[in-house]
């Protein structure tokens, strides 16, 4: 089995910035790809980025790209989300996925999943 683990939310004004992590580990093989997913009260879950352990990446286009940027550490087994100019309505749960295939951004290929890390962000 494999066990996500993120950390980095919290509060913060709008404008400012977070950087969340997810470490992984357990299983012999960790995830070839890792992404990030947020879901806010009432709504769906919602794709933010992905990250291949060859680097490809895949970003929201719609929300996030440009302000928030996707990084592994492949010899930490981690993967980060560098959130910059943060709006309230990326007011959300944040959660990291893990797959042993290419990122996509559909949620139901991700077989492992952390618990979730909140993250505010004030007006």
């Known amino acids: 089995q494999v066990r996500l683990v993120e950390s980095g939310g919290g509060l913060v004004q709008a404008g400012g910035s977070l950087r969340l992590s997810c470490a992984a580990s357990g299983r012999t093989f960790i995830p070839y790809a890792m992404g990030w997913f947020r879901q806010a009260p009432g709504k769906e879950r919602e794709f933010v980025a992905a990250i291949d352990w060859g680097g490809r990446i895949i970003y929201n286009s719609n929300s996030v790209k440009g302000r928030f940027t996707i990084s592994r550490d492949n010899a930490k087994n981690t993967v980060y989300l560098q959130m910059n100019s943060l709006k309230p309505e990326d007011t959300a749960v944040y959660s990291c996925?893990?797959?042993?295939?290419?990122?996509?951004?559909?949620?139901?290929?991700?077989?492992?999943w952390g618990q979730g890390t909140q993250v505010t962000v004030s007006p």
């Open positions: 996925a893990g797959r042993h295939d290419a990122a996509t951004m559909t949620v139901n290929d991700y077989n492992y």
